[in-house]
């Protein structure tokens, strides 16, 4: 094993990863892709991507489906704004609070759907996400309700390509942090308690701990997210805590395949491009786009609930080709 | 005798439901009984909707996202159905016509209920369950998830965004109840939700049909030992629930016109009640829904409008740090989770 399958190895990446980010880094400065609409939209890809990565620590290894994901991604956002607005704290640092804040409060919800199991759990999280986004809504001194907070945005350029990196960035990050937790001791207690809590127990795994640790973890990140969302698009309404939101990356993470992390990233930029595509392309037909999605995502659950990556794993990830399977795999493990 | 209402008074569902008592008595004396008028009209409907979500809960163990598109569709068909017949009753009137036609649109809006509710489990449910029930909870919330996206952004493209709505079903002057004035439309709406909500217990409790869906939500395999069709129960629980939905959709059209996301509200309110009072509880979301519906109005009347989201949503998460299983809570919950 060479050293750069060393560090491959370490980041959780295979060849084919490492080339499809080559090609996500370079695609804003491909025609047609240079041009701003596109790498807006490029940018939303990213960010769902990202969010999906997040959104699967939670709901592919332990089971519990965030259903209040957007409304702790917005608290974040909005911690950050508020901050920059009002105290006028740079960005960079308000982005970094919003992260911090945002966990504390994964952490309360962990504590608070302790007690519940499975799909009760991901309903007493979605009534936390109401519960925020009425407060956003009705605080309005603070948040400016639905007119809209105004944010500092991170850079100071009209072009969209630095915020592109930005997110591409997140998105990495947030995968080698999941990834490398999952592929330790850790991901295997999370994935013991998804499947079966009373035989974790059993096994000396501390569901409560493991839990609280995961919601955590996934809450910071998307904090994070927040406070990119916030100060790139510069203005920031309660919408972004709607359950729609929320429903947008679930679709995406579910129809990449839970459990995969990778999968919901892979499958979010083609897919939001085609969206967008049929959004702006038949914008006499609204909704169309979104009726797509709720197909997709029925047809996926009742035919393949793995979803693409257990696809991908029993069709593709074993080729006979020797060069291709490293492609794929990367260098195999020393026996 | 007065032991045991003792241990009552100090059991979960006893102290909430005493300290409702206390709370409507209060807000009552202290700002009219238009309150209690407030809440039984919107407790009536919401204990509809949640009654709905309950019995899939219980019988079908579907965790059900989309029961308020099918309130959505009721109010849709109600003013669909409505409208022309108030075209119809301006250009030449009748007093009878005028009397049925509300009624004639309710009951259009639960066929349609029933027939959607019967075809989503045909058409979505059972392929899913012959093909796998491997982690079927998870997988049938998330399946309904999708159809709700489905179904809000269907009305969206077909029918528009803008409201649909109407003025008033029944005309005439207010009724008096109290010193109280109540609009018909609402007087009729409490009405028709008590009779659903009789039709409904009765059924369940005398007849061949309802005795077969309980005989489900106990123990489906000994359902189908004892030779009950079970396809044809689940398709049948599956129209009941969705019809009391669009019932209650179709009987608030004068409240909340048809537009995409109208379900949503009614869903959450659905969600709240089951939660609070224990899953596939059908009794409890009875009484849930004057509980959370008084919760509302008291919101609104003492901390404003907008706040009724935030106030009972808090109230409930407090509930269950203390009582996770639903203040009635039932045994459904461990199954649930197999």
Not at chain 1, 126 to 149: D, H, I, Q, S, Y
Not at chain 2, 74 to 93: C, D, H, I, M, R
Not at chain 2, 113 to 122: H, K, V, W
């Amino acid at each position: 094993m060479n050293r750069f399958d060393k560090v491959l190895k370490q980041l959780n990446l295979t060849p084919a990863g490492l080339l499809g980010l080559i090609i996500l880094a370079v695609l804003p400065f491909v025609p047609p892709f240079n041009q701003e609409y596109l790498i807006r939209w490029l940018i939303a890809a990213a960010f769902i991507a990202a969010g999906a990565i997040t959104f699967d620590f939670t709901a592919g290894y332990i089971n519990i489906v965030n259903f209040g994901y957007y409304a702790i991604l917005g608290f974040g956002g909005y911690t950050s704004a508020i901050l920059a607005v009002n105290l006028g704290v740079p960005p960079w640092i308000g982005i970094l609070c919003g992260a911090l804040t945002a966990g504390l409060l994964g952490f309360l919800t962990g504590l608070l759907t302790l007690r519940l199991r499975g799909i009760f759990a991901a309903v007493m999280a979605w009534f936390v996400g109401l519960a925020l986004m009425g407060l956003a809504t009705k605080m309005v001194w603070l948040t400016r309700g639905p007119l809209g907070l105004r944010t500092p945005r991170l850079f100071d350029t009209a072009s969209n390509v630095p915020y592109y990196f930005l997110i591409l960035g997140l998105m990495l990050v947030s995968y080698i942090i999941c990834s490398r937790i999952v592929s330790s001791r850790i991901g295997i207690a999370f994935k013991a308690i998804g499947q079966n809590m009373d035989a974790a127990r059993t096994s000396g795994i501390n569901p409560t701990f493991y839990r609280i640790i995961n919601f955590t973890l996934s809450c910071t990140l998307a904090g994070l997210l927040g406070g990119f969302y916030a100060h790139y698009y510069g203005i920031l309404t309660p919408d972004i805590m709607h359950t729609a939101k929320t429903v947008e990356v679930l679709a995406v993470a579910y129809i990449g395949g839970r459990g995969s992390l990778w999968g919901g990233a892979a499958v979010a930029f083609p897919f939001i491009l085609a969206m967008e595509l049929v959004r702006s392309g038949l914008s006499n037909l609204p909704g169309l786009n979104l009726i797509i999605y709720g197909l997709l995502l029925i047809f996926v659950m009742i035919y393949y609930p793995g979803g693409f990556a257990k696809f991908f794993d029993a069709h593709i990830r074993h080729p006979k080709n020797r060069a291709l399977n490293y492609f794929i795999n990367g260098a195999p493990a020393k026996t | 005798m007065s032991d045991r209402f003792i241990r009552w008074c100090t059991s979960a569902a006893g102290i909430t439901i005493l300290l409702s008592i206390l709370l409507a008595v209060y807000a009552t004396l202290d700002r009219g009984p238009y309150i209690l008028v407030n809440t039984a009209i919107t407790g009536g409907m919401l204990a509809l909707v949640a009654i709905g979500l309950a019995l899939l809960l219980g019988v079908m163990n579907v965790a059900s996202f989309v029961h308020g598109e099918y309130f959505m569709m009721g109010t849709l068909v109600a003013y669909y159905v409505f409208t022309p017949l108030q075209n119809y009753l301006n250009a030449n009137p009748s007093q009878t016509l005028a009397m049925v036609a509300p009624i004639i649109a309710i009951l259009a809006a639960a066929a349609t209920g029933a027939g959607a509710g019967a075809l989503t489990e045909i058409m979505v449910f059972a392929p899913m369950r012959r093909r796998s029930r491997e982690n079927w909870v998870m997988n049938s919330f998330l399946l309904t998830v999708g159809l709700a996206v489905l179904l809000i952004n269907g009305h969206l493209l077909i029918f528009g965004a803008d409201f649909k709505g109407i003025v008033r079903y029944w005309s005439g002057a207010p009724v008096t109840i109290m010193d109280v004035f109540i609009s018909r439309d609402r007087l009729f709406a409490f009405l028709i939700s008590i009779l659903v909500i009789l039709v409904f217990w009765i059924f369940m409790r005398t007849t061949r049909i309802g005795r077969a869906i309980r005989a489900v939500s106990q123990d489906e395999t000994g359902a189908l030992m004892v030779g009950i069709n079970l396809s044809g129960i689940l398709i049948f629980t599956m129209a009941l629930g969705c019809a009391l939905a669009a019932v209650a959709g179709a009987s608030l059209l004068f409240l909340y016109p048809s537009y995409p996301t109208v379900g949503l509200e009614a869903l959450y309110m659905a969600w709240f009640i089951v939660i609070l009072v224990g899953l596939g509880n059908i009794i409890g979301a009875l009484i849930g829904g004057f509980m959370v519906a008084l919760l509302k109005v008291v919101t609104v009347e003492y901390i404003g409008s907008g706040w009724d989201f935030v106030v009972p949503t808090a109230l409930i998460i407090l509930v269950l740090i203390f009582k996770p299983s639903g203040i009635f809570g039932s045994g459904v919950r461990g199954v649930l989770d197999k």
